[in-house]
Each structure stands twice: as C-alpha cells, then as structure tokens.
C-alpha cells in the first residue's frame, strides 16, 4: 500500500452515514465552552474608547479622568504600545494595490467611526466600560476621499467589438448592500503571560494564523505564543483575521503579566468588525439570435474599508474569476477595482465574492431569456458547459474539475414539474396574484490548498485524531470521527478529535473557504492511511511476518485470519516499547474543487404591503462525496437562511456624516425562523471530485451563493407585469412596494 487506504469494504460505511453530530449535546444544554466561559483567576477585563468620527486627526487624547477611575488598573493609548511588526494579509492578486494595515489603537490618524483609540483595564467589565466613558478626544474631522483601484482585468478574445457587434446586449447591474457576518457569538479574546508564553483564547477560525500575526506584532517568537480557539459560535468569515482588539488584549496581558479578556458586545460588532458583500457590479451579455452568449463585459467595484483583514482580496477575486459561472462564454473582458472606504473593514462572509457574481450573471441570464422571449429555464439549457468538457478551463483561467450541470437543471425541471408550475403561475397571475418563479445556476470555487492532519493510536486501543480545519459550529468532530473511523477500521465513538490549538500541530489553515471536508478531510484520509501501514508494519515487527501478512480487519488488523483487535494491539505496542504510535500529514490538494447547483425559488408578493414570501425553494445541489448527510443539509440550510438575509432584508446603513445607523438588531433585520421557505426541497447529484483524496466538494457557503439571485429573479418576474424597475438587494418589502406602486426607490 502507498499510504492511501483502499476504500469500502463492507464493514465500512461511516463516510456517507447520516450521523447526528456529537457536539451537539453540550452545545445545546450550556455545556459548551467559550471564551467568555474561561474565567482564570484575577481575570480582568479590556473595553475600548472607539472613535466617535469615521475620518479625522487625533489632536488630543484626555486618559487622566479613566485612569483615576474606580477600578481601573491601566489604561492604553496608541503610544503605549510598541508595535513590532505588522499583520499579514493575503496578497491574493497579483499588483494589488499595497496593503491597508489594521492600527491595534489609531493615532494620529482616525480612520473609521467605531475604531479603537484606547483601551481601559479594570477589576470588572462594568468598571472599565464606565471608566472608557470618561476618555475623550480632541478630533479633527477630516473628509475621507478615497477612489478606486484598479487591480485585475480578466481578458479573452474580443469581447467589447464582439458586443458592439451582435444582435443582442443585455446590461445588468446590481449594488449589493453591506452586512453584518452576525456569528450567534460576537467576538472575544483571551489573553495571560506567564512571562514565557503568552496564552490566548481566541474565537477564531484561523488559530495558526492569530499565533503568527500576534508573535509577529508583539515581537515575540511564534513558539511564544499559544492560541487556543475553544468552542466558536460561529464566523462566517467574520473571524478569519486577526483583530485589533484581539492584539490589544494580548499587548495588555503581557504588559501587566495578569490574564486579560475581551468580550464583543453585539454593537462592538456592527462598528468594528468585518463586513460583507457591498460589491458594485455591472456587466453586459452579448447574445446571438439563438440566445447563445457570446461575450461578456463587466466592471466589478469592490469596497475594502479603512483597513484589509488577512483575506480582503478574496471576495473581489473570487467574483472576478468566477463571473461566467456554468456558461459558455466564449469572450470575456472582466475590470475589477477595490475602493477603500472609511468606514469598519470589509472581508470575506459567508460566499466571499460568489454571491455577487452568481447574481449579476443570473440577472444577464433571465433578462436575456426576457429579450428573447425565452424561458429562462431553456436559455441557461443552451449555454451549459457540457458535462463531456470537464475538465473545463474557464476563459478566465480556472479549471473546472468536475460536475453535471445539465443533469442538474434536468432534475430541477423534474422534481419541481417545471412546466406545470409555470402553468399555475399563469392562471395565479390572471386570478390578480402577484407571483414569480426565479431560477439560479451556480458552479463555485470551494477546496483548494493545504491542510495539515494527525493521528494516533491511544494506549487502549482509540484514536486520537488531530485535525487543522478546527471548528466553528459545523460539526467537524462529527466529521472527522466518520473519516478516521472509515479509514482506520474503528468506530467513530473509538475516535477523539481534537482541533483549534496550535500546540497539536505545527501548522494549519483552519475553517473557512468552503474546504474543511474536502482540504481537511483528505489531510485525515491520508494520515490514516499512513498510520495504518506504520501499525500494520508494527504488528508484523512483533509477529515476525511480513507486512502483506497483515490486512485491516474490523476493528483491528488480520494477522492471517486472526483478528488483533487494536485495544489487544495497543497493549502489544506499547509492552514492545513501541508507541505512541502516530502519522502525521501536510496534504496539498492537486486543484480546486468546484460545487455546484441549481435553485427553483417560488415567490408571492402581498400587492398591499410588497412583503414577499418565499413559497417554495428546491435546490439540486452537487457537493462530490459527501461524508455526512445531515451535516451537508445542516449547511445548505443555515446558507440558505444568510442567503435570504442578504437577498430581502439585511443592510449596513451609515448615514451622510458617516454614523452608523444600524447598530443594533433593533435596526438590522436578520432572518428568523418564520422567514424560511414556506417549502424547502433539496435534492442531490454528486460527481466526485477528482481534485482531492476524499472526492468531496465545499458546502458551506452554497446558500449564500445560489438561493439570492433565485429569489431575486422570482421577485423580478413575479414583478415584471407591474414594474420594470430593477431592484437590488436587500429586497426589502419597501423597495418591492415602491416599485409597485412607481414610486421613487
Ligand atoms: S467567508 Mo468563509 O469563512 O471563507
């Protein structure tokens, strides 16, 4: 064997099972242990004085009255601190514009409303929130003028002649509101120096990451440095940098040697942490009489904010790469700019550039359909990328590994009677319904990379598996336990995981991206892999046979046809002298993975208050191999759930002078329970990824990406006999009513 187990034999079957997760138990009965759980001994605790002006100079900072206040053991502004090095960010493009870099505290310069000028330490949360209240600044307000910055241009062929030319041009244009990543837990850190080690306790999804950019900034060795990221109630994208705060709290801990802890208040979030979306997009679809399309302009405006986290080039990116999504274009000519804003960072959410490219290409799609007095259905039919062409290289020059995207539509048309729903919507319509139906293609970018994974057979006979995609909410130990009890012959209660703490592995990524399963996952297969041949080896050592004698049996390993089961091999090992027995493994994937899916969104409009109400959804989604079932719905439902946020309801609004207008959710809509789908199908297709071990492809992010433009295009036809006005999101019942009624927006 090469390391890489064979797959199936009967007595496997934990990849693919429908297990139900096994963190749950503590994480719905308050068992569960975050940040703000951990509570050492003299704990105190850090508030920040944020600025209250989004642009401006800093020509005097009052500390006296905070630092003479009840409680308070050390207050911090910006010279305080000796900043050592700076934080990383992901050049991901190749000419970016130079990096924007996070300030821990601002001075001279303040550049977005909400950032943090100093830091107060108190004996109680309460003390130093009362204490931040006495500090004021003298600020010069400044107007912040920032434009544009080209970055990329994706070319092809001749794609403005070719559009100056054909018989058809289709524009869209679509501006997507910022939002708030909004985890269920906001933001927390912390910190305590021993003065050898500085220990954090971060809620992140990068805990490799934070230690790198924390040693870096702090001037401390990396092996100084230890983050541990317990329980994370979610992230979304919204923790995958390092912070300020997050560097405040660990300057503030070493400085006073005592442990120190921040924990984000909901309105801390809405001011200063990353926001999504917020792209302004346009494009235009040259098509030929047939409705083949033939060439593709768009001009993609990015916002960035007042600093960039570690993957602020990522949504821009991502969008730009991935506009032609499942059609064949053959000319394409895509101009992407980043516009720096005053105003709280803006990084990857939950689809991180996808959603606003599937979007603005959904929208050219069904208004070229409309032109041509298509279905929609049957002019995305006559653009697909042949399953036959896959791989596929994109005219922006990515490879396409996989997928069926005709067998995808093929199915929604089936299971949702396509044909017959358009029928009813006709006779709804003539009954004086307001009523649509919106379909959205998607193919996207999830899994590409390295990941790191290692495992080890325990002294009783369990493994301990320790996997670098940690978690965040999604059910990775539920995962990882399947993977590891598939590949090693065990099950998946004989399985510990172990994930968030960077003393277990040298390095890692961590959870974002989509890649958990299909990144993380193969790192596990293949250490497994490894460590079987390693025991096998060992058992063959003890017996004095040779390694083919040996062969995985159920539960243990087959000396002959004499079960060693691996408690009874364990005690051999470690009797010989011969454990810990582990495997460890830096897996690289070969390319990148990409999902894919269809949705049939069903919506009604109240004519009376233009609330929409989302009747139906199916989606066809294809996620490759899939190792849990109910962890892939739990995903496309909780994307689906973000996904309508963005698309109906959720919207940053600063206001002229630049104050924040939502900051709270008494002004921020997010989506309940009651404004699911009336109706929810999901079907599956699944080609396997060739792109990795495990075969499998991103899920994560999927109803961020497919389920907007579906409802958006369901409102648009559902409007069309009414109003031609072209909405963007969020979708609000105002706006739909507005346009109704053909009063201004
Ligand atoms: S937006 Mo994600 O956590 O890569």
């Known amino acids: 064997m090469d390391g890489k187990p064979e797959m199936q034999t009967e007595a496997r079957c934990w990849i693919g099972a429908a297990m139900r997760r096994r963190e749950d138990i503590a994480l719905t009965t308050g068992r569960g242990r975050f940040v703000d759980d951990i509570q050492p001994e003299g704990c105190l605790y850090l508030e920040f004085f944020r600025s209250p002006v989004a642009c401006g100079t800093i020509t005097e900072l009052m500390l006296d009255d905070a630092r003479e206040a009840e409680g308070v053991v050390a207050v911090f502004g910006r010279d305080d601190l000796e900043i050592c090095g700076e934080a990383a960010i992901n050049r991901l493009i190749e000419g970016a514009p130079a990096q924007i870099p996070l300030s821990v505290l601002a001075g001279p310069r ?189 001009d993609l405006e990015f916002q960035t904010g007042a600093w960039m986290p570690y993957s602020a080039y990522a949504p821009p990116r991502n969008a730009g790469r991935m506009l032609p ?88 048309e089936e299971v949702t009677d396509y044909a017959a729903l358009r029928a009813r919507q006709a006779e709804r319509r003539a009954a004086g319904e307001i009523c649509g139906l919106g379909l959205a293609l998607y193919i996207e970018p999830c899994g590409m990379g390295w990941e790191t994974a290692k495992v080890e057979l325990c002294p009783d006979g369990s493994f301990r598996a320790d996997t670098g995609s940690s978690a965040q909410g999604q059910g990775r130990e539920t995962a990882v336990a399947q993977i590891v009890a598939e590949t090693l012959f065990t099950t998946p209660d004989r399985v510990q995981v172990g994930e968030g ?128 079932p109910l962890l892939v719905e739990g995903q496309l439902l909780g994307g689906m759930a973000q996904g309508l946020g963005h698309a109906l309801m959720e919207r940053v609004v600063y206001d002229a002078e630049g104050q924040l207008l939502t900051g709270s959710l008494m002004d921020y809509a997010v989506p309940r329970a009651s404004d699911m789908p009336r109706q929810i199908r999901l079907e599956k297709r699944s080609t396997p990824s060739p792109a990795n071990e495990i075969g499998a492809k991103g899920v994560g992010e999927a109803g961020c990406i497919g389920i907007p433009p579906a409802v958006v295009n ?30 201004e927006d």
């Open 110 to 298: 303040v550049s977005h409303l909400g950032q943090p000028i100093a830091a107060v330490v108190a004996t109680s949360r309460l003390l130093a929130r009362d204490a931040a209240e006495l500090i004021q600044a003298g600020i010069e307000e400044e107007e912040s003028t920032a434009d544009p910055i080209p970055t990329v241009r994706w070319q092809q062929g001749k794609a403005e002649a070719i559009l100056s030319a054909a018989p058809l041009r289709v524009p869209a244009r679509m501006d997507h509101a910022l939002v708030a990543p909004m985890a269920l837990e906001p933001r927390a850190a912390l910190a305590q120096y021993d003065g050898a080690r500085l220990e954090v306790f971060l809620s992140t999804q990068t805990p490799f990451r934070a230690r790198d950019d924390i040693a870096r900034v702090l001037g401390l060795d990396m092996d100084r440095v230890h983050v541990t990221a317990p329980d994370v109630g979610g992230a979304f994208g919204g923790k995958a940098s390092i912070y300020p705060e997050d560097l405040m709290v660990c300057f503030a801990a070493r400085a006073l040697s005592a442990p120190v802890k921040w924990s984000a208040q909901r309105s801390d979030e809405f001011l200063a942490a990353t926001q999504g979306r917020g792209a302004a997009t346009a494009a235009k679809l040259a098509l030929d009489d047939e409705g083949r399309m033939l060439a593709l302009t768009a």
């Open 325 to 412: 999504g499942p059609y064949l274009v053959p000319d394409v000519d895509i101009r992407l700019s980043v516009r720096p804003t005053a105003q709280a960072p803006v990084g990857i959410y939950r689809g991180a550039g996808r959603p606003e490219a599937v979007m603005l290409m959904e929208r050219l799609a069904d208004k070229a359909a409309r032109a041509l007095d298509l279905d929609p259905l049957e002019l995305r039919r006559r653009n697909l990328i042949p399953a036959s062409a896959m791989p596929y290289r994109t005219p922006t020059g990515e490879i396409y590994d996989s997928g069926d995207l005709a067998g995808l539509l093929d199915r929604l």
């Open 501 to 628: 703490d960077t003393d277990h592995l040298p390095n890692a990524i961590g959870a974002l991206a989509s890649r958990s399963t299909a990144i993380g996952g193969s790192a596990m297969l293949l250490a497994c892999g490894k460590l079987l041949v390693t025991l096998r080896q060992a058992a063959a050592d003890l017996a004095g046979i040779e390694l083919e004698q040996v062969q995985p049996g159920v539960g243990g390993l087959l000396l002959g046809n004499r079960l060693v089961d691996w408690p009874r091999l364990a005690a051999d090992l470690a009797q010989a002298g011969r454990l810990p027995a582990a495997a460890e493994e830096t897996y690289t994937a070969k390319g990148e993975a990409w999902a894919s899916g269809a949705v049939l969104a069903e919506v009604a409009i109240d004519p009376d208050t233009g609330v929409p109400t989302v009747e139906g959804i199916t989606w066809v989604d294809d996620a490759g191999r899939i190792v849990n």
């Open 714 to 743: 369901a409102i648009q036809d559902a409007l069309g006999p009414h109003s031609g006005r072209e909405l963007h999101p969020p979708l609000t019942s105002e706006r739909i009513w507005r346009a109704l009624h053909s009063l």
